[in-house]
């Protein structure tokens, strides 16, 4: 196991690589850095916003708006920066959160009209007092981020009132962000207090112990206001509001036969680590994950929140299942949610983190080596994250000797996660609006276009593919850097400068019908001197339109999300010269198909080797399943009886794509070969 010390020399240089890499300050990466993990252990709301402001008796960095529980959280960091862990004093935490709670009351007041309306902070501002103004603020969270450690007496500080409204004062500290990483699920650090009747589903299974119970509204809609998205972070989709005909059904059974709800409701499926019971009663579920039902336990919320209905009377039922594998826990989730969720359309992009482009992207990244750059003579990978903390652990349980090598090998600056991925892949293809609504957007819309590429082509992740798009993310880094560096910036937009600046150089090369030669930037592992040049141009073009909007459109942030943004930007026009740096159609399809000429060689020895490999046990398995099965094409039949009775000792090609095809279908119908 990882200690706090190892986690935290990690974190740390993560941060240090970070800002390095991407031209920001330490503290800006240290402070996104916190919050993507807030973000994915469902803390905060893929609605959070930087915005650094600091006065004397002020000070902010960023908010986030939970528009379904009315909860306004500002952030403040207190960041050490140094090799061994820090004591967070009561002295630093009573003067961040007077300077957090003097902020928002200033802001309620009309703070906004003493700011540059072209900063991040007026946005901020404004958006605070709107919400007051039109009463749309039930909570306040006050939080504080840090890397040093938190005694106990200050990790629970009684919550205020201020003019009606509750305050509460949190610190995530060093520690939280260790549970964070050592749950298996990125929300596992949270017990639910409950007092459940309970009938146990007799079982014999070393994965899971399933509960049937029953919930009332009321209390759903309790746990809900105190948990939030954190009880989601596994679910395939988010509340639809009560827009599809299922959640109308839903609010006129909550509000006219509220005694109804069970007979006519499917009720939540819900996954936990562990459960603790007394006498007939659940008392406290750990980790509690509704993986189908959100728009069920939304639903009920809103009744309470939005219409002031009593749901006292309305029971739902749960069937409760404590994951006991660990290991297979995002599994498990996945499937429960794919077999479960029958209420609304589900497109197969919800279950992404099964998708194979991560296999494909990972194999990748771990057979190719990058060129050697900066006079190094040794060659290093790319390391693609699909999990966060992964890059940690597969240091864990090496030797010093190794995680030297290791580190060498794979450089931090050279580590790739998933979401900064979507951000850089959506930006070349022309999204910056969608990358401008934050990063949980950015993700999702990446999930769909992947899943779509794959469903009409699966040769689509290519070597070529994977090498373009380090590319990308190396011009996404880069481009960051340049404008933080650039003289006429002038702080603020910087991500929405960005983002749109490179969608606009992808869209400028399209508009020639021309493609970029990543292969150059490859071959550098960094920027040519004419296409830098080139950006630096665009990015002070773009900067100026961002942050001079169309009259009415005061709010820059919410501007750059707007779909009109994008189309007026591209009507910019922009001098600048790519010589050199351009390929024809032509030219860029003979590449794509003989990447996938030697994608499919190497899929077909992948599934040869695959199939020679599995063990005889599980292949008798498979024959019986499939004996079973009087759908089964009579010829794919015979080619499992004959492999699995040893008379293809060599399956060909063919045969064993066969082979692979009746493994893998097995597995997706729910038949269990481990």
Known sequence: ????????????????????????????????????????????????????????????????????????????????????????????????FKRLESFYTKSTKGLHSKMEETSEAYDMAYQIYQWHEDKK????????????????????????????IEIEFRVIDISYLHKIYLSEAASGVFEVNTNLPYLQVNSDSDEYQSYLSCISGDELAKIYDEFGQKLFEQNVRTFLQFRGNVNKGLRNTIEGNPTMFFA?????????TNVEIEGNKIKKIHNLQIVNGGQTTSAIYAA????????????????LSVVKNYEKQNDFVSKVSEYANTQNKINKSDFFSNNPFHKDFKNHSKRILAPTSDGSQLRTYWFYERVRGEYLNEQAYLTPAKKRQFQLEHPKLQVLDKTFLSKSENTWLQKPNIVSKGAQYSFREFADTVTSNLEKDEL?????????????????????????????????????????????????ISQKEKFLDFGKIWEIQNLPEVLELSLKVITQKVYQALTHPPEGHANISQYCKKDFCWEGLKKMNVDISLEGLLIDKEEEKYSNKIAKKEKKLDMGIEIQTFILKLEQEKRDRLLEYYQKDDKTSPMK????????????LLPSEKQSKVLYELYNKATEEGFCLD
């Open 1 to 96: 196991m990882i200690s706090i010390e190892e986690f935290h020399q990690d974190f740390l240089q993560s941060i240090l690589s970070d800002a390095s890499s991407r031209g920001l300050m330490k503290s800006q990466a240290f402070f996104e850095n916190v919050c993507e993990e807030l973000i994915s252990a469902g803390d905060l709301t893929k609605n959070y916003t930087n915005a650094d402001y600091a006065k004397k008796g002020l000070e902010a960095h960023g908010f986030d708006y939970d528009d379904e529980r009315k909860i306004l959280s500002l952030l403040v960091h207190q960041f050490f920066q140094t090799d061994e862990i820090e004591t967070l004093t009561k002295q630093h935490i009573d003067t961040k």
């Open 304 to 319: 309470v929140k939005n219409f002031k209905q009593d749901v006292s009377r309305v029971s739902v039922q749960m069937k």
């Open 460 to 508: 689509a992740i290519t070597e070529k593919y994977f090498k373009d798009a380090i590319c990308r993310a190396i011009l996404f880094r880069n481009t960051e850097k340049m404008v933080s560096k650039s003289n006429w910036y002038d702080g603020g937009f910087r991500a929405q400068t960005v983002t749109y600046s490179i969608a606009y150089l992808a869209y400028y």
């Open 264 to 272: 006519y409701n499917n009720g939540i499926t819900a996954t936990a």
């Open 637 to 648: 039949l015979d080619i499992l009886k004959k492999y699995c009775y040893g008379n293809l």
């Open 137 to 164: 603020i039930e909570k306040i969270k006050l939080i504080v981020f840090t890397d040093g450690k938190a005694t106990r007496t200050l990790l629970g500080l009684p919550n205020k009132r201020l003019d009606g």
